[in-house]
């Protein structure tokens, strides 16, 4: 799931060498950090959220075939 919010976040922003993913387990549930450049902040959120909503949607339902729980933050 990882290499899929970074395959996302890297075609959305201008700046595709500063996307970084960070993974960290909380529990039973998996935590993706996704880290940008300021200046492509608006492109991954998206106007009212959007963007983000849509990504997060995207790895619950991956997470979901495998049986796991996915919470993505943008840093």
Known sequence: MKELVEYIARSL???????????????????????VASADM???????????????TLVRLVAAQDGTRVSVEIV
């Open 13 to 35: 922003v201008d700046y595709p060498d500063q996307v970084e993913v960070i993974e960290t387990h909380a529990g039973n549930i998996i935590v993706l950090e996704l880290h």
């Open 42 to 56: 608006g492109r991954v959120i998206g106007k009212s959220g959007r963007v983000a909503n849509a990504i997060r």
